[in-house]
């Protein structure tokens, strides 16, 4: 009942920016937290950034002065705006929230299908 598609992800070089966006869709009462998270082949899946419904922020150590994330709360959509990008960000990214899909009712934790960033010359 709740879908969260990822898009803008791609190849870029080392020292490159991407910016990628998860729209989230279906029976929606209200969205709490928003955030993304990445996975490298052969590692576990890390937090990459959050965003609470108040826009308070939160970042891996490795992505902070270098990624940004946003949301647009008209729209049910996260952000993440990624510059000075290294080949240690290739991963494929994933973004999820918390959704409400009822007054009263609890949040639901949702993901998205993810979407393949890659840093290389």
């Known amino acids: 009942q709740v879908q969260l598609v990822e898009s803008g992800g791609g190849l870029v070089q080392p020292g490159g920016s991407l910016s990628l966006s998860c729209a989230v869709s279906g029976v929606i009462f209200s969205i709490t937290d928003m955030g993304w998270y990445r996975q490298a082949p052969g590692k576990q899946r890390e937090l990459v950034a959050r965003i609470t419904s108040n826009s308070i922020t939160n970042y891996a150590d490795s992505v902070k002065g270098r990624f940004t994330i946003s949301r647009d709360d008209a729209k049910n959509t996260v952000y993440l705006q990624m510059n000075s990008l290294k080949p240690e960000d290739t991963a494929v990214y994933l973004c999820?929230?918390?959704?409400?899909?009822?007054?009263?009712?609890?949040?639901?934790?949702?993901w998205g299908q993810g979407t393949q960033v890659t840093v290389s010359s």
């Open positions: 999820n929230a918390d959704v409400r899909s009822i007054p009263l009712g609890s949040y639901s934790h949702y």
